[in-house]
């Protein structure tokens, strides 16, 4: 990781949908703020809003369970534009954008902005801002597509796809902005616990991708039930030893919780403490 200055923000995009971007958002945010750092989180996807559903759900919970209450960051909704011309919705787009990320920054040590499954003008933006950006993928070809053509005959990359190129373009402007630098990791998610040649060899793509286009792999999270689960509670992995939670405890709960402290190890949060 480069030299830290805080705010730190953090971006999770894929321009894919179903790639568990929402997920990993919100682990990441837990998982900060049980370091005690100040968290602001930013939900750009204005029409599904899955991060706001998330945290409501966290609030709910805290209504109902007062004596084991869990931390909740300080949370923005970016409203849909409702400007008919496209110069006027990313106009409007922008200024509120600003305005929010601004307040954020005054509040917090730490901002993570969950992102829209698409390509977008916010999302764009969202990536330009970002020190870190986090892109979560399925374990599969079709979910590589969105980052590289994989040629079918030899499995070799043929070139970077549109959203390698969108965050290469991002890289650039936040550079010309303010001469800043953004850091590429990429998490496979989903995992299946089976050893497939297919599980093989997109990890071998992967690999091989992280060096043609500079990105840094991170340990991703395993295909588990438990993480669809905890949505409606507005839970995380790392709140159910503490938290009013019903069901047992299980060896498959044990092992996504080190799966997550090795997510949170391999992004160096222990940095972003320290320069606090």
């Known amino acids: 990781m480069k030299p830290i200055k805080l705010p730190y923000i953090f971006v999770i995009g894929n321009e894919k949908g179903g790639a ?9 945010i837990a998982g900060l703020l049980a370091e005690d750092l100040k968290v602001a989180s930013l939900d750009i996807d204005c029409r599904q809003g899955s ?11 805290n209504a109902k369970n007062p004596d084991k209450p869990v931390s909740v960051p300080h949370h923005f909704l970016l409203a849909e534009s409702k400007a008919t011309t496209i110069s006027e919705r990313e106009k409007e787009e922008l200024e509120q954008f600003e305005t929010i990320l601004k307040e954020a920054k005054d509040s917090a040590d730490v901002i993570v902005i969950d992102t829209p499954g698409s390509h977008s003008f916010l999302s764009k933006l969202a990536h330009s801002h970002a020190d870190t950006v986090i892109t979560p993928i399925n374990d599969s070809f079709l979910d590589i597509d969105v980052m590289a053509k994989v040629s079918a ?7 970077p796809s549109i959203y390698s190129q969108m965050v290469w373009e991002q890289k650039m402007a ?38 043609r286009i500079s990105f840094r792999l991170a340990p991703g999270f395993s295909e588990r039930v438990i993480f669809r689960e905890l949505f409606l ?38 940095k972003i403490i320290s320069a606090r």
Not at 153 to 159: H, P, T
Not at 177 to 196: C, F, H, P, T, Y
Not at 235 to 246: C, G, I, S, V, W
């Open 153 to 159: 005959d030899d499995l070799s990359i043929v070139e």
């Open 233 to 270: 509670s507005g839970l995380t992995l790392l709140d159910l030893t503490k938290a009013n939670y019903e069901k047992s405890f299980s060896l498959s709960h044990v092992a996504a919780r080190q799966e997550l402290r090795e997510f949170l190890a391999c992004l160096e949060i222990d």
């Open 174 to 211: 936040r550079a010309k902005r303010d001469g800043g630098s953004i850091e590429w990791v990429v998490m496979r998610n989903r995992l299946s616990n089976i050893d497939a040649t297919n599980k093989r060899s997109v990890a071998a793509v992967i690999e091989k991708l992280a060096k």
């Open 20 to 28: 568990g971007k929402t997920t990993c958002s919100m682990h990441l």
């Open 51 to 61: 991060l706001t559903r998330y945290i409501e759900n966290r609030k709910a919970y």
